[in-house]
């Protein structure tokens, strides 16, 4: 009796004690797997954030620079995806934008917000004409989306803005619209960097890398002082629903 009361004794001690014990060490071990493989760094794209890696690089989708990821859930700020709605931009007003000097693909001075803005529905793309990654796609979506304008009798002034403005001299501007038969009505932007920065930080695209520069599209109604994005790699007939949108704003 005695060896079998100690033996039921014994059970009861290991059921009871030693089993928290092990799930306790099994949990702590989970979480020490789990904290480590948080502090691992993770990448993804700002236009597509299903796109992930552990190592820097570019979006195979749209080359972009994959961003560092802080948070636990990331999400692009105030943008759209190529089907979305176009992110609401209801705290952007025609008075941010700077009447800053401008040079034309054809080397005409301008201010770029009294001589292209207002008055005017406009979309405005941002581009580099040594890019070979995003820039011809958005560049060859414009001259799809102006084609289609000009049949449809939509009246628009599409702003191709250089976030390359050292680069872009207005020679180099002209010879890349006439690479996309860019039409009158399709104006090529460049200038004193210092100015153009301070347009880009102004319609809230300055980036530190050219190659990081938006692919989003500004689209905007001034007389209405209605402002939009969309995403520039869209179709051209979701683009060109956007426009018109804006256009029949009173």
């Known amino acids: 009796m005695t060896m079998r009361f100690l033996v039921a004794v014994l059970l009861v001690f290991l059921v009871c004690f030693l089993r928290p014990i092990q799930d306790s060490d099994l949990v702590s071990a989970q979480a020490r797997e789990q904290s480590k493989s948080k502090s691992k760094p993770k990448y993804a794209c700002p236009m597509h954030p299903e796109v992930t890696s552990a190592k820097k690089g570019r979006c195979p989708k749209?080359?972009?620079?994959?961003?560092?990821?802080?948070?636990?859930v990331y999400a692009p700020a105030a943008v759209s995806t190529a089907q979305n709605t176009p992110a609401d931009m209801s705290a952007f007003s025609s008075s941010r934008i700077p009447d800053v000097?401008?040079?034309?693909q054809n080397g005409t001075q301008l201010s770029f917000y009294s001589d292209l803005v207002k008055g005017n529905t406009v979309a405005i793309n941002f581009i580099f004409t040594t890019c070979t990654a995003i820039c011809p796609a958005l560049t060859a979506t414009f001259r799809r989306v102006q084609q289609r304008a000009v049949e449809s009798g939509l009246k628009v002034q599409l702003i191709s803005v250089s976030v390359d403005p050292t680069t872009d001299t207005p020679e180099r501007l002209h010879e890349f619209a006439a690479k996309f038969k860019a039409e009158p009505g399709w104006t090529f932007v460049t200038g004193d960097k210092g100015e153009i920065d301070s347009l880009l930080q102004a319609l809230q695209v300055a980036v530190?890398?050219?190659?990081?520069?938006?692919?989003?599209?500004?689209?905007?109604?001034d007389r209405a002082d209605s402002w939009t994005r969309a995403y520039g790699l869209s179709?051209?007939?979701?683009?060109l629903k956007v426009i018109t949108e804006a256009a029949d704003l009173k």
């Open 62 to 72: 749209c080359g972009m620079a994959l961003r560092l990821v802080k948070d636990k």
């Open 101 to 104: 000097r401008v040079y034309d």
């Open 208 to 221: 530190t890398n050219k190659n990081d520069h938006t692919p989003m599209i500004l689209i905007g109604n």
């Open 235 to 239: 179709s051209p007939t979701v683009l």
